[in-house]
């Protein structure tokens, strides 16, 4: 039972363009969500987060929106830049919980 | 500060060889987690640890057995390997509670043959 998906294996996009990254997830008790950024050989690291107190939160280019009703959120990069080229991974947790769970992953390439 | 370090980087193993793979840690964190990445489907939970001396199943735990004596060392061992376990072994590290970002090593990359 795959608890948090991302429907979209890859992704390719024009520098300068927005970048949109989604991710649905089927458990409502999950209420911490995450984006994680991976480079091929390098292990992932935390891009972004949004509690779900919150529908959207931004860091710079990068904004991540819930919606809670959906169970779902998503990922703008805007403007994209080639240096984003990556594989996108979607996590959610529980506050009280131990563990995060992750979705499948998205290749983005942003090209030049 | 080197953050979260995994031992070795690659391995092929033959089927039924026994090898472990080292985690280690020196940002002082209580949880551990060891995850596998296989195409399409993502980073899966094999087993995590809560502190020194805990261990914990995840998503995927058959095949795969884990010990934390120390608290900065969360060793991940397979018995008798089988092609099946073929993957890229992540290591990750957090502090808790209330604090979700985690910490990854670079990967193992194992092929069993």
């Known amino acids: 039972d795959q608890q948090v998906k991302q429907n979209s294996p890859s992704l390719s996009v024009q520098e300068g363009r927005i970048s949109i990254l989604n991710c649905d997830y089927t458990?409502?008790?999950?209420?911490?969500f995450l984006w994680y950024k991976k480079y091929p050989a390098e292990g992932p690291t935390f891009l972004i987060s949004i509690s779900s107190i919150k529908d959207k939160n931004e860091d710079g280019r990068f904004t991540v929106f819930l919606n809670k009703s959906a169970k779902h959120l998503s990922l703008h990069i805007v403007p994209s830049q080639p240096g984003d080229s990556a594989v996108y991974f979607c996590?959610?947790?529980?506050?009280?919980?131990?563990?995060?769970?992750f979705g499948e992953g998205t290749q983005l390439t942003v090209n030049p | 500060n080197a953050g979260v370090t995994q031992t070795p980087k690659f391995r092929v193993l033959k089927t039924g060889q026994s090898m472990t793979l080292l985690c280690a840690q020196d940002?002082?964190?209580?949880?551990m987690y060891w995850y596998r990445q296989d195409p399409g489907m993502g980073l899966r939970l094999i087993h995590y640890?809560?502190?020194?001396?805990?261990?914990a199943k995840g998503e995927v735990p058959d095949g795969y057995n884990v010990s934390r004596l120390k608290k900065q060392n969360f060793l991940l061992g397979l018995e008798s390997a089988a092609p099946s376990q073929t993957s890229v072994y992540f290591c990750?590290?957090?502090?808790?509670?209330?604090?979700?970002?985690?910490?990854f090593g670079s990967g193992t990359r194992l092929t069993v043959v």
């Open positions: 996590a959610a947790s529980r506050t009280s919980g131990s563990r995060l769970t």
């Open positions: 940002m002082n964190h209580e949880y």
């Open positions: 990750a590290s957090r502090r808790p509670p209330g604090s979700y970002g985690y910490t």
């Open positions: 640890s809560v502190g020194e001396g805990t261990t």
């Open positions: 458990n409502s008790m999950f209420d911490y």
